[in-house]
């Protein structure tokens, strides 16, 4: 048997070993290797109908993605485990957000990967939803960084942004040399954006806009941000360049969730904006929530894989761990809860799908999103904390990733609508009666 | 310069492999089945010279249906189209005939540069290249390290048994790569969308003038491969920096 074919590694410790350290290993000629590698050679293709079901994908989703998707999966997966999963746990350590990577996310065409035009591959809805799957099953912290890019920043431009912004910072931001945030939540203003009391006003043709937005991601690396206020006509949307006067950003400290990404606070002081500044589009609050809504899309995806990451470190772990003469797999109540997190995964991702779906058809409603952004974080959350306990000791320490993504999915909880307010966008669908307030 | 680069799907080397106990062959059914991880080297060295030179890289496979899948990967990355050649009658080919059946195939289109890689993840005869110079009668330039081109002659780094050789070649051979000859680039995002209407011809045996010969290979018996003795642990009682000397000489590392 072809002896460099690897056994799945039983801890996930180190990231698996990408096809390049397995071809690695060969530099060199082998004449004495042939003869035992022969046999692997020419099985005939018989079936195309897999004998074995991917334990990670029990109903087959994964086969109603087109070639074309899949092989956007197969890359960005191939991509985090080379290039991101080495340097992951370091960064969570130390709190830091691996900017290193970003030309790499650029060249790979992830930044406004949906949006069409201006150095924008211009993908469909599902392709964006498996490359953020396959970002998250990285960290929670890589795949935020690439929704603020595109969805929250790029995409406002896009919809509300006039022609002359497109143009200046779309091929930018997609090439990844400019960064964007996305200001919106203010210390007092949450779930309740309505109350934010960051203001614009007018002078002469310029603007000035004071305030300050908190647990903005991003934040201290952003050379622009997307920052909305109130005016006398609502709630508008400006463009606020690094280093203008009165603008700056601090890092939130002490932060246990969602540690590999930059989470900054904004201040405005008196910022003079030009008009140009202006997104001339977005007229109240409607247009910021119209980029949540494209950043929860990739949310609802991406939660599948932290908890495909967690599912499957905790399958792993339990094969190979013993405890009273026997793997723990062997336990009925081991199965139950490995039985479970198969069973949430499966419906998690027929959910993404079916959004996707929708998305590319253009008759994704919010409400839906909500269900799905919900749903599969809650999904991810619980699955995250069953394989934490599965590791028993291990499971606490940033050896392992579950830990890790454990943390990060409390803050995906909270941010892009918390759980409780989703919870009421729903009610409120099925019901016709708002309980917001 | 016209390149032509082979590529090969093969079983996710990162599943366990499985043999079959009476046909001897690789299952197949319930893995995953991707382009070649070292063929992605040749790929890229066949890109990075025809985007220093012109020209244009075209790959060409023989496999089954599904190995268009791996085609397509390679169009993703760069190449400019691709071949296909599957034929049921191709089921359980040998190393010669897979190479009688490539070089037909690549026969068909101009071709300066034919790359390869050194062995097949799955297979690793290692045969396929040198047979294709023969069929197409040109040189073999084998275990390329490091390639540079002047615009008229290939300078390679080879790889031997005993450290590296530097040979030179003109044009039209074979070249085969090693892993690790550059870092192969990931397909962007609008390669993927760009592959969908690149050229990609399916042909079968018919299209091809290829002669094929009596099945000359056979596989009697599946042995697994001899287990690795343990190193050697050198306790340093003073004469310890002259054994791993002596072990260094043996295995012709100094
Ligand atoms: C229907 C069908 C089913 C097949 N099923 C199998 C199978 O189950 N297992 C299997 O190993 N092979 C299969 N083949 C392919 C073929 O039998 C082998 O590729 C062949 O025997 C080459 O042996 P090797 O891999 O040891 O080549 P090596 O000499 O080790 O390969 C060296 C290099 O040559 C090139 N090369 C080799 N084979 C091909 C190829 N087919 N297409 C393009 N480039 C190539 C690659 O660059 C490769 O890295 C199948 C082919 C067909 C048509
Ligand atoms: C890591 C991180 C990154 C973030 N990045 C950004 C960013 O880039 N840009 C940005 O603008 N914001 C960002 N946020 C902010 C995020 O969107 C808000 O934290 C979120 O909207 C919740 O607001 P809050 O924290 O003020 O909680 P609050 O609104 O104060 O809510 C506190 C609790 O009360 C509950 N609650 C509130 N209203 C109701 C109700 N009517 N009925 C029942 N329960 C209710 C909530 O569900 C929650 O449980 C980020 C947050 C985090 C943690």
Redesign the pocket.
């Known amino acids: 048997m072809n002896d460099l074919v690897q056994p799945p590694a039983v801890s996930p410790g180190p990231p698996a070993r990408g096809p390049t350290s397995v071809v690695a290993d060969r530099t060199g000629p082998s004449p004495g290797r042939a003869l035992a590698r022969q046999n692997?050679?020419?099985?005939?293709?018989r079936s195309q109908a897999p004998s074995r079901l991917d334990p990670a994908d029990l109903y087959a989703v994964d086969s109603l993605l087109s070639e074309e998707e899949r092989l956007i999966q197969g890359t960005v997966r191939d991509w985090v485990r080379r290039r991101f999963l080495p340097g992951v746990a370091g960064h969570f350590a130390a709190g830091t957000f691996p900017g290193e990577l970003i030309p790499e996310l650029a060249s790979l065409g992830l930044l406004g990967m949906h949006l069409q035009g201006y150095g924008c591959a211009g993908s469909s809805a599902l392709a964006y939803g498996v490359a953020c799957e396959e970002l998250e099953a990285g960290d929670s912290g890589l795949r935020s960084f690439v929704s603020v890019q595109g969805s929250l920043c790029m995409f406002p431009i896009r919809r509300f942004g006039s022609e002359e912004q497109r143009q200046r910072w779309l091929p930018e931001m997609a090439a990844g040399r400019v960064v964007g945030c996305f200001g919106l939540t203010e210390a007092d203003a949450g779930s309740d954006p309505a109350a934010m009391r960051t203001r614009a006003r007018r002078a002469g043709g310029d603007w000035i806009v004071s305030g300050s937005k908190m647990w903005i991601s991003n934040g201290s690396i952003a050379d622009l941000a997307v920052v909305w206020a109130q005016t006398d006509d609502g709630v508008r949307g400006f463009l606020v360049e690094r280093g203008m006067p009165g603008f700056s950003a601090r890092d939130v400290e002490g932060k246990l969730s969602l540690r590999a990404s930059v989470t900054s606070e904004l201040v405005l002081d008196e910022v003079r904006l030009p008009q140009a500044s202006v997104l001339p589009e977005a007229h109240g609050l409607r247009a910021p929530l119209g980029c949540l809504d494209e950043a929860r899309f990739g949310i609802s995806w991406g939660v599948l894989g932290a908890a495909r990451a967690c599912y499957q470190a905790a399958l792993e772990y339990a094969a190979g761990r013993h405890a009273f003469g026997r793997p723990i797999a062997a336990f009925q109540l081991t199965q139950a809860r490995l039985a479970e997190m198969a069973t949430r995964l499966v419906q998690g991702r027929l959910v993404a799908h079916r959004l996707g779906v929708l998305k590319d058809a253009g008759l994704a409603r919010p409400v839906q999103v909500s269900l799905a952004k919900r749903a599969n974080t809650r999904m991810a959350l619980d699955i995250a904390r069953e394989a934490r306990a599965m590791l028993g000791a291990n499971g606490i320490t940033l050896e392992y990733p579950v830990a890790r993504h454990m943390a990060n999915l409390e803050a995906v909880l909270t941010y892009e609508g918390t759980e409780e307010v989703h919870t009421l966008v729903l009610g409120r669908e099925v019901t016709g009666l708002s309980a917001f307030s | 310069m016209d390149i032509a680069v082979?590529?090969?799907q093969?079983p996710d080397p990162n599943t366990p492999g499985e043999l079959d106990p009476t046909t001897h062959?690789?299952r197949?059914e319930g893995v995953d089945a991707v382009l070649?991880p070292?063929?992605e080297f040749?790929i890229e060295a066949g890109l990075a010279l025809a985007e220093a030179h012109g020209g244009e890289v075209r790959v060409?496979?023989?496999?089954?249906e599904r190995s268009v899948e791996a085609i397509r990967k390679a169009l993703a990355m760069g190449a400019a189209g691709g071949v296909l050649?599957?034929?049921?009658a191709?089921?359980?080919?040998?190393?010669l005939t897979?190479a009688r059946v490539?070089a037909a195939a690549i026969r068909r289109g101009p071709f300066d540069l034919v790359i390869?890689?050194?062995?097949?993840t799955?297979?690793?005869?290692?045969?396929?290249?040198q047979a294709i110079a023969e069929l197409l009668g040109i040189p073999a330039v084998t275990f390329a390290r490091s390639v540079s081109f002047d615009g008229s002659t290939l300078t390679v780094r080879r790889q031997t048994e005993n450290g590296t050789e530097t040979v030179e070649a003109g044009l039209p051979c074979v070249l085969?790569v090693t892993a690790g000859v550059n870092a192969p680039r990931y397909p962007s995002l609008r390669g993927i969308m760009a592959a969908r209407s690149k050229p990609l011809d399916r042909l079968s045996l018919n299209d091809l003038d290829v002669q094929l010969g009596e099945v000359d290979q056979e596989i009697v018996r599946v042995e697994p491969a001899p287990q690795r003795k343990g190193g050697e642990v050198v306790a340093d009682d003073g004469t310890g920096a002259q054994r791993i000397l002596e072990l260094l000489r043996q295995a012709k590392v100094i």
């Open positions: 692997g050679r020419m099985a005939a293709d | 082979c590529v090969k093969i062959r690789l197949r070649d070292g063929d040749g060409v496979s023989m496999g089954p050649v599957a034929d049921p191709l089921v359980g080919a040998d190393a897979t490539l390869t890689s050194t062995e097949s799955d297979g690793y005869t290692g045969v396929v290249p085969s």
